[in-house]
């Protein structure tokens, strides 16, 4: 079964300072990864994922299969990148075969301080 | 284009009752997937539909729980008999094509359903 995990509930860093949100995940087969972002009132969107390798508002995140993560990174943090953040994952295959299930995290509500 | 539209926002039922959530999707796209966020978890699929038809329902309870996507008009997922244990925040999302993953997933801006 696959699982996502998003260790930290909520992440607070002040403004210009780095960020990381964690992301973990467990699946046998060859995963696709994304993150999710929800800012306050608005409705979920796609951030950014791995297939991809774009930085997207400063944000970037590498799959590392030895280590089954996929880290949201940026290096400088803005006041308006506080939101709620999902990882998630899908076992759909550059092929397109498989699933189109979307597994996500509990989520990491970012709060960054001025 | 309006993006997937849910409605309502918030939708208050006794235990007992039935809950109607509508989803309307993204002009053009056939494919709608519900998804249900209890408190304090993430998302958890429960049925993707193309018109007309259930593709896949396999995080859907067995029983009170229903969805269709027909011809015309929006999805509707039917709660029958609503327990406290419903209450939660239901997505709706659409896409393009089949999967959704290639062009990602639209989600809408949920249902709070409460039931008291």
């Known amino acids: 079964a696959q699982r996502v995990t998003q260790p930290e509930k909520l992440l607070s860093v002040f403004k210009g300072a780095p960020v990381e949100l964690k992301c973990n995940y467990s699946y046998s087969g060859s995963p696709e990864l994304f993150w999710y972002v929800q800012y306050s009132r608005q409705r979920l969107q796609l951030l950014l994922r791995?297939?991809s390798r774009e930085s997207i508002k400063g944000f970037t995140a590498d799959l590392n299969k030895g280590e089954t993560s996929f880290h949201l990174k940026k290096p400088f943090a803005q006041e308006e990148d506080s939101a709620m953040y999902y990882c998630?994952?899908?076992?759909?295959?550059?092929?397109?075969?498989?699933?189109?299930?979307?597994?996500f995290g509990k989520g990491t509500k970012l709060s960054v301080i001025p | 284009n309006a993006g997937v539209m849910q409605n309502p926002r918030h939708l208050v039922r006794r235990r007992g009752q039935e809950a109607r959530l509508r989803c309307s999707p993204m002009?053009?796209?056939?494919?709608v997937y519900w998804y249900r966020q209890l408190p304090e978890e993430g998302l958890k699929f429960m049925v993707y539909l193309q018109k007309e038809n259930i593709i896949d329902e396999s995080g859907m309870p067995k029983e009170r729980f229903s969805a269709e996507f027909p011809k015309e008009g929006p999805s509707i997922l039917r709660i029958q008999q609503v327990v406290r244990g419903d209450s939660a925040a239901y997505f709706c999302?659409?896409?393009?094509?089949?999967?959704?993953?290639?062009?990602?997933?639209?989600f809408g801006s949920g249902t709070r359903l409460t039931v008291v």
């Open positions: 998630a994952l899908s076992d759909l295959a550059y092929s397109g075969a498989g699933s189109y299930q979307l597994t």
């Open positions: 999302a659409s896409s393009l094509l089949a999967g959704g993953n290639a062009n990602g997933y639209t």
């Open positions: 002009k053009g796209h056939s494919h």
């Open positions: 791995h297939i």
